[in-house]
């Protein structure tokens, strides 16, 4: 079972913009270092961003630099990816995944619990 809940994804035109957002399931998010990942069709998961518990540090895979922003809102339990300019090359399975340990990282294996993942396709 998921314990997160991804939305947000959808068919979407090059150079347009969407939110995905990451809800939790059974679980409060406040303490939890959390990430997006992405699995593009043919290829491995690779990691997209990365906030910390207060959002004060946030992490980014290079291809998503100045275009894609990440934020949460403890409040509401939910963490977002924001995805502006979006280019054909960012059509992939997007993933949301936390960890309780205290300080972000770009490994995948580092981060405990994963939603189902959402399937975002970009055309040009």
């Known amino acids: 079972q998921a314990q997160f809940e991804e939305s947000g994804g959808g068919l979407v035109q090059a150079g347009e913009s969407t939110r995905l957002s990451c809800a939790a399931s059974g679980r409060t998010l406040s303490t939890y270092t959390m990430a997006w990942f992405r699995q593009g069709p043919g290829k491995g998961r690779e990691f997209v961003a990365a906030i910390s518990w207060s959002s004060s540090r946030t992490l980014f895979a290079d291809s998503v630099k100045g275009r894609f922003t990440i934020s949460r809102d403890n409040a509401k339990n939910t963490v977002y990816l924001q995805m502006n300019s979006l280019k054909p090359e960012d059509t992939a399975v997007y993933y949301c995944?936390?960890?309780?340990?205290?300080?972000?990282?770009?490994?995948?294996?580092?981060?405990?619990?994963w939603g189902q993942g959402t399937q975002v396709t970009v055309f040009s």
């Open positions: 995944a936390g960890t309780k340990s205290g300080s972000t990282s770009t490994n995948e294996h580092w981060y405990d619990y």
